[in-house]
């Protein structure tokens, strides 16, 4: 089992900023690809950005390509996902992911792909 805690969520300002962190706990040995879904009221969970095992390789949703940047410390078990220009439009519920896989390549995986979730922790971007 692995434990997936986030932080870092909060208030900000349109055009602000601001950095989550996803730590991991229990079986960490294990190779995983990591994720961040977010997920606003009234809509469907999404993937806005993921990275593989070994942080070669990544993916983000258009809707925040050069504004997001996903990266990871594997020996401090935690990823995080640095988030600049925030727009109202990323208020959500943002969610952390753990997928067990040694695949290197593009992490594209689906919402059910996914082994651990996190509890999420709440973003609000004010206008």
């Known amino acids: 089992q692995v434990k997936l805690v986030e932080s870092g969520g909060g208030l900000a300002q349109a055009g602000g900023s601001l950095t989550l962190s996803c730590a991991a706990s229990?079986?960490?040995?294990?190779?995983?690809?990591m994720g961040w879904f977010r997920q606003a009221p009234g809509k469907e969970r999404e993937l806005v950005a993921a990275i593989s095992w070994s942080g070669r390789s990544t993916y983000y949703a258009d809707s925040v390509k050069g504004r997001f940047t996903i990266s990871r410390d594997n020996a401090k078990n935690t990823v995080y996902l640095q988030m600049n220009s925030l727009k109202p439009e990323d208020t959500a519920v943002y969610y952390c992911?753990?997928?067990?896989?040694?695949?290197?390549?593009?992490?594209?995986?689906?919402?059910?792909?996914?082994?651990?979730w996190g509890q999420g922790t709440q973003v609000t971007v004010s206008s």
């Open positions: 992911a753990a997928r067990v896989t040694s695949y290197s390549g593009t992490p594209r995986y689906t919402f059910d792909e996914y082994d651990y």
């Open positions: 229990g079986r960490t040995s294990k190779d995983y690809a």
